[in-house]
């Protein structure tokens, strides 16, 4: 049985595979950000399939922070005793149940914050309809610090083993980071030091607010078609720094596992990423992993977890046909075929229509 399909530790935990779930947006809580019957059975489906980790959706941790209707909540204690509920019900043994944490920023809804998007800085993109977000203040930025550490500790008190800053798909922490969204000229842009001062304070800040043992870890944009302003060294570096502040592991956000670097095309970004940073550090690798070639593949370039992310959906039990050999079923998956896996409307309506940087074209219209 191929090794990233054995028993796995990550931190204090001992997990029952290298296989993760990859955060998908699902569009199917509560218009309030409470969770719905319909995100427990998919997350509870998921532990079911056997998994080493489960991630869920990126969630909110303010309302400010809004990036999708339906969107899960962090930001609120009212929260809490549903989210307890729901790790009771996902809890299975040696399972990892993880809450993605993410701000929209530029990609805030207004409609549903109450207020305009804000951002590292005032920009412009070339994109239908962008509207310029407004400049954090200072005060502001400190205010977001405070809300991720919230929304953790929250995480935690709801029993949950870990959360994963969402640091990838043009989100706040990818906004900071580039050259093309950060305009800045003060501490918090200009030099890579000051335009990952966000991504560090905030573990810096969870890290104060949490247990030792509960799992933190930064997925992160290297190279991406829809993140702009983006050098892969300085991503490398920017885990580098993070691992010194506190993160157990990084996720490395690729739409290909294979693919190659821009800027260095004779190297894999996954194979780059992986001899820059400390082997200390596990890095979860992502990005069509679909056979158990593919999973081969990824444990060459020296990938400690691999995420599972469209396959996961049209799949059951992708743990055990990967360890027997058998083939998933591939996208473009039926809209009834997910129905009878128990994919609720309101997530097969996203994929249907979501952006290509979510799940665009993977469900027959």
Not at 176 to 205: I, Q, Y
Not at 232 to 259: C, K, N, R, T
Not at 292 to 306: D, I
Request: charged share 20%.
């Amino acid at each position: 049985m191929h090794s990233l399909l054995s028993p796995q530790t990550l931190g204090s935990l001992t997990l029952r595979n290298g296989l993760a779930v990859a955060p998908m947006t699902t569009t199917q809580s509560h218009a309030d950000g409470s969770v719905s019957e319909a995100e427990a059975r998919w997350l509870e489906r998921l532990a079911d399939d056997g998994y080493g980790l489960v991630l869920t959706c990126a969630a909110a941790i303010s309302k400010r922070s809004i990036a999708f209707e339906q969107q899960l909540s962090f930001g609120d204690d009212r929260w809490i005793p549903a989210l307890q509920a729901l790790t009771r019900r996902v809890a299975r043994p040696q399972t990892a149940l993880l809450a993605q944490l993410c701000h929209g920023g530029s990609r805030s809804i207004p409609a549903l914050t109450g207020e305009p998007a804000r951002s590292a800085s005032a920009f412009e993109l070339d994109l239908p309809g962008f509207v310029a977000p407004i400049e954090l203040s200072s005060a502001q930025i400190e205010e977001i610090i405070e809300d991720f550490a919230s929304a953790a500790a929250r995480a935690e008190r709801a029993g949950f083993q870990g959360v994963e800053l969402h640091g990838a798909n043009g989100y706040l922490f990818t906004q900071f980071a580039s050259t093309v969204t950060n305009l800045r000229r003060d501490a918090w842009g200009g030099p890579l030091a000051h335009r990952a001062r966000l991504s560090r304070e905030v573990v810096r800040a969870i890290r104060t607010r949490v247990s030792k043992d509960f799992l933190l870890g930064m997925r992160w944009s290297f190279e991406s078609p829809f993140d702009a302003g983006l050098d892969l060294d300085e991503g490398v570096q920017v885990i580098e720094w993070l691992a010194e502040d506190g993160v157990d592991y990084a996720h490395v956000s690729q739409m290909d596992l294979s693919a190659t670097s821009k800027k260095v095309p004779s190297e894999a970004v996954f194979a780059r990423v992986r001899a820059g940073v400390d082997r200390a550090l596990p890095l979860i690798a992502a990005g069509g992993v679909t056979s158990a070639a593919k999973l081969a593949e990824a444990e060459s370039m020296g990938a400690a977890f691999v995420a599972i992310g469209r396959a996961a959906i049209g799949n059951r039990d992708v743990p055990a046909k990967l360890a027997k050999g058998d083939a998933l079923a591939q996208t473009p998956f039926d809209r009834e075929a997910l129905r009878a896996l128990d994919v609720s409307d309101d997530f097969i309506r996203y994929l249907e229509t979501a952006p290509p940087l979510a799940s665009l074209g993977i469900v027959r219209r």
